[in-house]
Nanobody
């Protein structure tokens, strides 16, 4: 069992930056693929970024490429999402998620943290 707790959300003006953190419990964290998702009001949850456990390879939705950066520190059981050049359409609840090796999808989810980008 893994528990995920996000932090770092808040309000920022367009063009600004925010850094999100996700603290994971569980001794097998280092073997989980980790991801960030977001859900804007009235919209479905969408994938934002992911990082693999094996080699730290990263993946991003096209809309955030070049502006967001996902990273992880397995020694600290942490995953991060650095968000730069934020846009108003980035306003959403951001969720951290974990995918065990045995699963084909993300199984563990945090409670989410609100990010609001004003124009």
């Amino acid at each position: 069992q893994v528990q995920l707790v996000e932090s770092g959300g808040g309000s920022v003006q367009a063009g600004g930056s925010l850094g999100l953190s996700c603290a994971a419990s569980g001794r097998t964290f280092s073997s989980y693929n980790m991801g960030w998702f977001r859900q804007a009001p009235g919209k479905e949850r969408e994938f934002v970024a992911a990082i693999t456990w094996r080699d730290g390879r990263t993946y991003y939705v096209d809309s955030v490429k070049g502006r967001f950066r996902i990273s992880r520190d397995n020694a600290k059981n942490m995953v991060y999402l650095q968000m730069n050049s934020l846009k108003p359409e980035g306003t959403a609840v951001y969720y951290c998620a974990g995918q065990p090796l045995s699963a084909s999808q993300y199984v563990y989810w945090g409670q989410g943290t609100q990010v609001t980008v004003s124009s």
